[in-house]
């Protein structure tokens, strides 16, 4: 019998990594490119040679899966865990295509990792969370209103999302974020389609709705590791106020700036993060 798509791209990785097997796995969004720094014995297989990954066309974002060792931290001197590196995503709004990521989170369950990080760069709706500042997902408002896992069959597509974001994980992440000296707020993501910014309007529904950040990526990615099985944290880096809340004209430009200026303090709390979570 054939293997799948994910089956093969397992099966890359896991020769290429030659016996290295990673329990945790981190989907690097647009401003936690500083989280590469010092990562030891880095091995990198670019997606074009995973079957089940997609083709990457947005700028800030590379196209390879690593592998790699967490620096030492905190007095240590032996590298930290491996971990899986998804450097670069497909989002839903370059194609309408919400299950552009599907084969490389089954991909990830498929190499035997047990947790997913996934990282995102979103518009905070706190008046009190400036660009900056770091928020884990505590839930998500699915407002696109699209799965990626549709057109799956089978009564396992009926995820329960009742407690998507991990708690035990949440909880140990701001722990581990408050000893890097960095607070890790909690609240609601709302996925917005984009690729367009919202409209002040669209920002006062989404604060009526509940949401504490805004951004276009990520909930396609959970939704898929809960479906495989995977358990789920994630972290939004604020890079402005969401539309209308300053005077400030977003564009991805100022994304890309703000997110550059905060990636060394979001990859310290993300490595201590890890350290904690990976181990
Ligand atoms: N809206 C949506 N996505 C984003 C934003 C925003 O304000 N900032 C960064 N990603």
Redesign the pocket.
């Known amino acids: 019998m054939s293997l799948s798509p994910v089956q093969r791209s397992a099966e890359v990785l896991l020769k290429a990594w030659g016996g290295r097997r990673p329990k945790v796995a981190v989907v690097l969004g ?1 401003g936690w490119a500083g989280m590469v720094q010092g990562l030891q014995e880095p091995m990198d297989v670019p997606y074009a040679d995973l079957p089940a990954f997609p083709p990457l066309g947005i700028a800030g974002h590379a196209a390879c899966v690593r592998l790699a060792r967490l620096p030492a931290i905190g007095g240590a001197d032996s590298a930290g865990p491996d971990v899986m590196w998804l450097m670069g995503r497909q989002h839903a709004y370059e194609t309408g295509d919400a299950t552009a990521m599907r084969g490389a989170v089954q991909t990830v369950a498929a190499i035997g990792c047990t947790t997913m990080v996934v990282t ?4 905070s709706l706190h008046s009190d969370w400036p660009a900056g500042s770091l928020m884990a997902l505590r839930d998500h408002l699915n407002l696109v209103q699209r799965s990626p896992l549709q057109g799956l069959s089978g009564s396992d597509r009926f995820v329960d999302m009742g407690a998507a974001y991990d708690a035990d994980l949440r909880r140990r992440a701001i722990e581990a974020a408050a000893t890097a000296g960095a607070v890790l707020q909690e609240g609601v993501y709302a996925w ?1 389609m ?1 690729p367009q ?2 409209t002040p309007a669209e920002i006062r529904m989404l604060k009526i709705l509940g949401a504490d950040a ?3 990526s990520t909930v396609p990615e959970t939704i898929a590791a809960r479906h495989s099985g995977l358990r789920v944290l994630a972290i939004s880096l604020m ?2 106020m ?2 209308g809340l300053d005077a400030q004209r ?1 564009s991805h430009e100022q ?1 890309l700036t703000a997110a550059a200026a905060h990636e060394q303090h979001a990859a310290q709390a993300l490595r201590a993060i890890l350290h904690s979570i990976a181990n």
């Open positions: 647009s995102n760069a979103a518009g917005m984009g910014f919202e805004v951004g276009m890079t402005n969401a539309a977003l994304t």
